[in-house]
Structure formats: C-alpha cells, structure tokens
C-alpha cells in the first residue's frame, strides 16, 4: 500500500464537491489526472469508495468511512506541524534550569523567568535548586540547559556569561558591637565566630569567600556548619556568630540581622549563565539566555 497525503487530498475534495471537474478546478489539477489517481487510491485501498455515474457521484458506505478516517488523519498531520513549528520556535517545549539558592534574589533573574513566563506560557520551566559544582554534570549531560551559579573554575565544555557582579556584605546580629559600624573590614570578621557553608554542600561561594579572605592571610573561626544560605540567615539572626553573603540576599530582611558593608574593595561576587558548548541549544533555553542577558545589562 503506497497512499500519500495528496491522494487523501484529492479524494476529499472530490467527496465535497460530488463531481470531478469542481473539484479538479478546486485542486488546480485537470479532470483526467484527478480519476485516475482516485481510481488508483481504490485500488490501493481495496474498497470502492465512489459510485460513478454519467450524471452524478456519491459516496459509498466505505466512502464515508475513508472520508471520516481521511479527513482526521489530515488533522493530525497539520497538528504534527503546527507543534514542531511551535517547538522550533521556542513557543512551547520545555526549559531546564539550574540554579544556586542565591539567584531567585537577583531582580534579573526573578523578572526574566517572570516575564519569559508571561510571553511563552506553554513552555514549561523546570527549575533545579543546585549548589554550583553540581551543576557542572548535568550541564555537561544535557539533563540541564542553562545553570546559574556562582563564578567558579569550569571545565572546557562549559561556556559562561556574567549577569551580575555584586558586593559581599557582612551579616552581624543587631545587637554585636559591629553592627552600628558604617562598614567592617574582613580582619574583624575573621575574630569573630563564623557561620558558614559545609565544605561538602559543593557551593561556589564557600570557596569564594575563603579565597578573598585567604589573600589577605586570614582564616576564620567558622563554629556552624551548614548546607543552606537560609540556615546561614537564621542563625546569625539567633546570635551564634557572624557571616558574609552576596548583597543579593540583603531582600531577605530580619529584624536581628544588620547586612553591613565590606570595606575591601575586591569583596564581590558574580553570579554566571552557564551553557554546555557540545550540545544544541533550543529555542526556548535560546530565547531565555537572550533576556536574561539583556536584563543584565539594562
């Protein structure tokens, strides 16, 4: 059986049209060509789908059968279309994004998926909150399309734009004497108990935060240990020690907590849109790393 979707076409508008030469004018084809491709697609089909006379065509029973089953395989035919297209464009599909806990914080970021959302509703986001040196794998897998995290060393494969560089700032209890400072430097915070990420969690600002302050010879007294910034937050508010975070969670405001300025001018961090290079980029994933850079820079 060999039938294509032209000789569905032809037959349908033969069967509304109950005459060949309508509908022959109706496919821009001359009348001969079109009876012998419906004769030859009652052939294939093995049924008599007209009955034929000098003054008139009708349907048989198989006919109206084979025009329902027809005219829905036609449908479906132009709803593949219409979804690979809309796929292709970024219109529907989905989106995969990893994300450290710091980056729902970033008005770029929070407006771009926003705003992305809005635009493109049948595209399904899924978001992934991941600690930044475990987002490289699956990045590099594809089971990610787009991550962000904080700067970080990054293997070849990986490609990377910065969307924020922002101050650090120091996290002191309301009540601790250097909480009324208009800035503290890195040495006062290193003599004070700290509260900081487990080396485990595989967050980026664990080494960024240590590094800044290792170029300066210090090493802090770090007495919690924890996987979250938001554990971080909640003790420093309790009073079991001081700590240091991007200014990006400064929106989260406690009563307790004073976020104070850093006076070393190198204490910044950077938050970064990561890609694989190896794999194809959809339009979707495409489209949001477009506005997310463009927020970025406006």
């Known amino acids: 059986m060999n039938i294509e979707l032209r000789h569905l076409r032809y037959f349908i508008a033969v069967a509304e049209e109950l005459h060949f ?30 009955a034929r006379t000098n003054r008139s065509v009708a349907l048989t029973a198989a006919g109206k059968q084979f025009l329902a089953d027809s005219r829905q395989i036609l449908g479906l035919v132009d709803e593949a279309a219409a979804r690979a297209a809309r796929l292709h464009q970024g219109e529907t599909g ?39 040196r475990e987002q490289i794998a699956p990045l590099n897998e594809g089971s990610l399309d787009l991550g962000l995290m904080r700067n970080t ?34 040495k006062e915070l290193a003599q004070e108990p700290f509260v900081f990420f487990d080396p485990h969690v595989g967050t980026g600002l664990y080494d960024e935060i240590l590094g800044l302050m290792r170029r300066y010879q210090l090493i802090p007294t770090i007495t919690q240990e924890v996987g979250e910034a938001m ?23 406690l009563n307790e907590i004073r976020w104070v300025p850093i006076i070393e001018a190198d204490a910044v961090s950077e938050m970064w849109l990561v890609w694989a290079k190896h794999h194809e980029q959809g339009t979707a994933a495409a489209r949001f790393k477009q506005q997310l850079l463009h927020a970025a820079i406006g």
């Open 231 to 253: 554990t971080i937050i909640g003790l420093v508010a309790a009073g079991l020690g001081v700590s240091i975070l991007p200014a990006s969670f400064h929106r989260v405001q």
């Open 153 to 186: 060393p990054l293997p070849e494969t990986l490609a990377w734009e910065v969307i924020l560089r922002e101050p650090l700032l120091a996290m002191i209890h309301r009540d601790h004497p250097l909480a009324a400072r208009k800035a503290v430097s890195l």
């Open 21 to 50: 030469g309508h509908a022959a004018a109706r496919l821009n084809i001359s009348q001969p060509p079109l009876s012998q491709q419906i004769q030859l697609l009652e052939q294939q089909v093995g049924a008599r789908l007209l």
């Open 94 to 132: 989905e989106l995969r994004i990893g994300f450290t806990s710091s980056a729902p914080f970033i008005k770029a970021v929070s407006d771009t998926l926003s705003s992305f959302r809005q635009r493109y509703p049948d595209v399904h986001i899924q978001t992934r909150e991941i600690n930044t």
